[in-house]
């Protein structure tokens, strides 16, 4: 069974930073593109950031360039969101994503049943 597991979520002032853990249990995690989404109270679920093993470039948000940075360790299959700058409109749960031999734009832009494997998803209240 496939599981992903996210830590590191929490409450943190304006400005500050945290970063994001999600420890995917898949046997060839290289073959995966993995990412961060998130939902905010009332809002869709949207792509936050993604990587593939591949060379493409990380996707990342709009709203998030140059503040986040994502990376993966394919010896631990883990993924990190290391989140700086934090603003209260980040306030979200986010959650860990992967789909089997995807590019990181292709991860970011599928819907929620597009995907192969959800977390269950971290909190993080970013108070101003």
């Known amino acids: 069974e496939v599981q992903l597991v996210e830590s590191g979520g929490g409450l943190v002032q304006a400005g500050g930073s945290l970063r994001l853990s999600c420890v995917v249990s898949?046997?060839?995690?290289?073959?995966?593109?993995v990412g961060w989404f998130r939902q905010a109270p009332g809002k869709e679920r949207e792509g936050v950031s993604c990587?593939?093993?591949?060379?493409?470039?990380?996707y990342y948000a709009d709203s998030v360039q140059g503040r986040f940075t994502i990376s993966r360790d394919n010896a631990k299959n883990t993924v990190y969101l290391q989140m700086n700058s934090l603003k209260p409109e980040d306030t979200a749960v986010y959650y860990c994503?992967?789909?089997?031999?995807?590019?990181?734009?292709?991860?970011?832009?599928?819907?929620?049943?597009?995907?192969?494997?959800w977390g269950k998803g971290t909190l993080v209240s970013v108070s101003s």
């Open positions: 898949v046997f060839t995690f290289e073959d995966y593109a």
């Open positions: 994503a992967a789909s089997f031999r995807a590019t990181a734009l292709a991860l970011s832009r599928k819907s929620t049943l597009g995907i192969d494997y």
């Open positions: 990587v593939s093993s591949s060379d493409d470039t990380p």
